[in-house]
């Protein structure tokens, strides 16, 4: 079985589309999408409805998402959300389709099986914790594979026995220009992180017509680590 692994869209449509085109070429027997749709960029409905075209998708709730929920009846909490993050908290609020409230309450905290584990952040802390290809693991596994998201940083490290994957961020990766996404071939352990360039001349319109912060458009742009 082969898994296309991806996280991180942040509502970044333009390169989602262009990830999904790849993906469909490589003909993954099941699609595994490790969280964030909330936040920084402002097509959330857009995206969803194309993730919930592909067949045999699972999608796991990442702390963006989580504070979207929280958001919904705290005015206060979606205020300061848009303050640290950019506009797109209250963009999505008021403009959320019933197919998309429907994904965000349908969100799972992980998913665990016999070949692999999947979080946002780590098994210590489902949605939080940030394990960066320098961070030093502290936790152990018996599966052949773990898959976190949240870092925005592409990874692909042994610990013991385990293979840790972070596919890296399809909407705002951090340690590149690119989108990226990684293959997974779990009968014969093997891992391709795939980086793909994408159009982003809309979406930094987008930050310009909202008024939104620049650090929107210059992390789309930046090829360096950057841990913000």
């Known amino acids: 079985m082969t898994l296309a692994v991806f996280s991180d869209i942040h509502g970044n449509v333009f390169s989602l589309e262009k990830a999904l085109k790849i993906m469909e070429e490589l003909k993954p027997d099941k699609y595994l999408f490790l969280g964030d749709m909330?936040?920084?960029y402002y097509y959330q409905n857009e995206s969803i409805k194309l993730l919930n075209s592909l067949d045999n998708l699972v999608s796991i709730k990442g702390n963006h998402d989580e504070n979207f929920i929280n958001s919904k009846h705290n005015p206060k909490l979606l205020g300061e959300l848009d303050a640290k993050?950019?506009?797109?908290y209250s963009f999505l609020l008021n403009s959320i389709t019933e197919e998309s409230q429907d994904f965000f309450d349908n969100l799972l905290d992980y998913e665990k099986n016999n070949c692999y584990e999947a979080y946002h952040g780590s098994p210590n802390h489902y949605r939080d914790e940030y394990?960066?290809?320098?961070?030093?693991?502290s936790f152990d596994s018996k599966v052949p594979f773990i898959f976190l998201g949240h870092t925005h940083?592409?990874?692909i490290k042994m610990v013991n026995d385990t293979?840790?994957?972070?596919?890296?961020?399809i909407g705002q990766s951090r340690d590149c220009n690119k989108g990226s996404f990684s293959i997974i071939d779990l009968k014969y352990k093997?891992?391709?992180?795939?980086?793909?360039?994408?159009?982003?001349t809309q979406?930094?319109?987008?930050?310009?017509?909202h008024k939104d912060k620049k650090y929107l458009s210059d992390v789309l742009r930046r090829a360096k680590n950057d841990k913000n």
Do not use: C
């Open 163 to 169: 293979t840790i994957v972070n596919p890296g961020s």
């Open 38 to 40: 909330a936040g920084y």
């Open 85 to 88: 993050y950019g506009k797109s």
């Open 153 to 155: 940083y592409s990874m």
């Open 203 to 209: 979406i930094e319109k987008d930050i310009i017509f």
């Open 190 to 200: 093997k891992v391709e992180n795939i980086r793909y360039d994408y159009d982003k």
């Open 131 to 137: 394990i960066y290809p320098d961070t030093k693991i």
